[in-house]
């Protein structure tokens, strides 16, 4: 790996070389070996590359520290995927300043189809059982839950996506030697089991303030939206959704307490334009067709969700086959099904007893998600 790897390091290194400019030299020449191998004057014609810049290229040589922090990332395990790998996150590398590299522990696999999640360190129960619910309802629909595990809301949206067994990926502020908070060493290793942690700084990087604004434009950069929960009026939450608006991707919102000093941010959020949500489906009629498209697969999946129920009568099954992960009115659900209101509330009753349909307030159903995976 040290060999490969290499060169981006050393480039990364060099003093002035930005993500910008990497992401320029790298555009031109396509990879930082072929960057080394430039001349003086191929390395000028590149959009910002000064005398001086072109110079520290050329005479640049490799810090010691570089191979040692290539041999730490081998012993334990963690890989660097870098720009030119299949894996990297194509809406990220979309982004004006993505990172050459990324340390990652676990597996990226395909992160397209990615929506973030973020809000309060310090967010009430509603905050957390929302999000979980909300990132359950994602996960089970293999859309990618991306956060940044800091306390409150971001543990729980992995928490939602891991008790549906789904995939998500955590960004961290700090490097991957460095686990912050040291509380959620467990769930470090747990999202590396079906999904990624992730971090751009060297592995023994501390949590430094700096670096949470820094790991913020990371979040939304990978993901086709950035859902805020609870954000105070100075929450390091809207910064991600900032990020987000800049990098042109979507931009929600969930209400809470409009008493609560936790809400103002997101609800200035809404003020400003960004889509109220209250579940699942606001986000999937906001997505592009890439994402919609997943609700039909899902449709195909009903089949082995089924084998794996109880017994259920025919009536049972047909208003079973109705619903979703996401929840659907009761008036709604007659309304499809042309049944009796009446029957309807004596079925779906039964099948909240036998632990196969939830119910949420306002006479809300779907799949009870958490015990179908």
Request: with cysteine; proline share 6%; aromatic share 6%.
């Amino acid at each position: 790996m040290t060999e490969k790897i290499l060169p981006w390091f050393v480039l990364k290194s060099v003093p002035g070389i930005g993500n910008h400019y990497f992401k320029r030299l790298f555009d031109r020449f396509r990879s930082p070996k072929r960057v080394f191998e430039a001349s003086y004057d191929e390395l000028l014609e590149v959009d910002g590359i000064s005398h001086r810049l072109a110079a520290a290229i050329q005479q640049h040589k490799i810090p010691d520290q570089v191979r040692k922090e290539i041999d730490l990332a081998a012993r334990k395990g963690y890989e660097i995927v870098t720009m030119a790998d299949s894996v990297y996150p194509p809406l990220l590398l979309q982004t004006p300043d993505p990172p050459p590299f990324l340390y990652v522990y676990g597996n990226f696999g395909n992160s397209a189809k990615s929506i973030a999640v973020v809000g309060s360190r310090n967010a009430t129960r509603y905050g957390i059982s929302t999000t979980i619910r909300l990132c359950s309802d994602l996960a089970s629909l293999n859309i990618v839950v991306v956060s940044g595990m800091a306390r409150g809301v971001d543990t729980a949206a992995h928490d939602g996506a891991i008790m549906a067994r789904g995939k998500t990926i955590a960004v961290l502020g700090s490097g991957l030697e460095r686990i912050y908070p040291a509380e959620n060493r467990k769930l470090f290793h747990e999202i590396a089991e079906n999904g990624a942690v992730v971090s751009e700084f060297h592995l023994t990087a501390p949590p430094e303030a700096h670096h949470f604004p820094i790991r913020n434009r990371i979040i939304s950069g990978i993901s086709l939206g950035t859902v805020v929960v609870e954000a105070s009026r100075k929450s390091g939450a809207l910064i991600t959704a900032r990020f987000a608006a800049e990098q042109g991707r979507e931009v929600f919102a969930i209400p809470g307490n409009i008493h609560s000093f936790k809400s103002i941010g997101t609800h200035n959020l809404i003020k400003q334009g960004a889509k109220l949500i209250v579940n699942v489906q606001d986000i999937i009629d906001e997505l592009p067709h890439v994402i919609r498209s997943r609700m039909a697969d899902s449709d195909m999946d009903q089949s082995k969700i089924l084998e794996k129920l109880p017994p259920l009568s025919s009536e049972e099954s047909l208003v079973l086959k109705a619903l979703g992960p996401y929840p659907v009115h009761i008036d709604d659900l007659g309304r499809k099904l042309s049944m009796d209101p009446g029957k309807l509330s004596s079925i779906l009753l039964q099948l909240e007893l036998k632990g196969v349909v939830q119910q949420d307030p306002g006479k809300l159903f779907s799949i009870d998600v958490k015990d179908m995976f």
